[in-house]
T-cell receptor, first 116, second 112 residues
Framework: DTAVSQTPKYLVTQMGNDKSIKCEQN?????MYWYKQDSKKFLKIMFSYNNKELIINETVPNRFSPKSPDKAHLNLHINSLELGDSAVYFC???????????????FGEGSWLTVV | QQPVQSPQAVILREGEDAVINCSSS?????VHWYRQKHGEAPVFLMILLKGGEQKGHDKISASFNEKKQQSSLYLTASQLSYSGTYFC?????????????FGQGTTLQVKP
């Protein structure tokens, strides 16, 4: 059983399109994240949600809109895609629930987004 | 602030040892280590929570010197399966607004 699963794994789309990436975790974790990994492998946090509530919103263009229908799901919708959005997007979760320290983060397999 | 890793890349022969360093300009309260194989997701290796703490995982171990604001990952008698990119992460912020910030990664290639 996949702990953190995201779909699609590969996505090729044209500039200006709107696309969504879905993520689900079956670990019972309270917190979910979206990370972006660029071509230089730099792994940067975009958003975090704790029990469906948005906690962290990094300096991300508002074309990116996360949605968490319940604590097991966190989807990412991207409007008006640009060439610079091409990257690998990782969904992740952790049992972290608002304490003073973060726990282990479990990453999904990644979604390779290519904007042409 | 992003932790800084060194070296950026390492090439080894099987059986050789390597050290990857992670340092921060600000106080470190914990260090997390992850490994990402090519085309895969980052996978957790270990967390060090206390200064002076050392941990091991097979032949991979790490130390944490909070006074020096750094951690080191030691790979002993490297195997082909150790190849990948290693990331250290440090916790920034507090409470539920805290976040794990990763270093830029160190790419390790183990050759036969």
């Amino acid at each position: 059983d996949t702990a953190v699963s995201q779909t699609p794994k590969y996505l090729v789309t044209q500039m200006g399109n709107d696309k969504s990436i879905k993520c689900e975790q079956n670990l019972g974790h309270d917190t979910m994240y979206w990370y972006k990994q660029d071509s230089k492998k730099f792994l940067k946090i975009m958003f975090s949600y704790n029990n469906k509530e948005l906690i962290i919103n990094e300096t991300v263009p508002n074309r990116f809109s996360p949605k968490s229908p319940d604590k097991a799901h966190l989807n990412l919708h991207i409007n008006s895609l640009e060439l610079g959005d091409s990257a690998v997007y990782f969904c992740a979760s952790s049992p972290y629930s608002g304490g003073t320290e973060i726990n282990t983060i479990y990453f999904g397999e990644g979604s390779w987004l290519t904007v042409v | 602030q992003q932790p800084v890793q060194s070296p950026q890349a390492v090439i080894l022969r099987e059986g050789e040892d390597a050290v990857i360093n992670c340092s921060s300009s600000k106080a470190l309260y914990s260090v997390h280590w992850y490994r990402q194989k090519h085309g895969e997701a980052p996978v957790f290796l270990m967390i060090l929570l206390k200064g002076g703490e050392q941990k091991g995982h097979d032949k991979i171990s790490a130390s944490f010197n909070e006074k020096k604001q750094q951690s080191s990952l030691y790979l002993t008698a490297s195997q082909l399966s150790y190849s990948g990119t290693y990331f250290c992460g440090t916790f920034k912020g507090s409470g539920n607004t805290g976040k794990l910030i990763f270093g830029q990664g160190t790419t390790l290639q183990v050759k036969p």
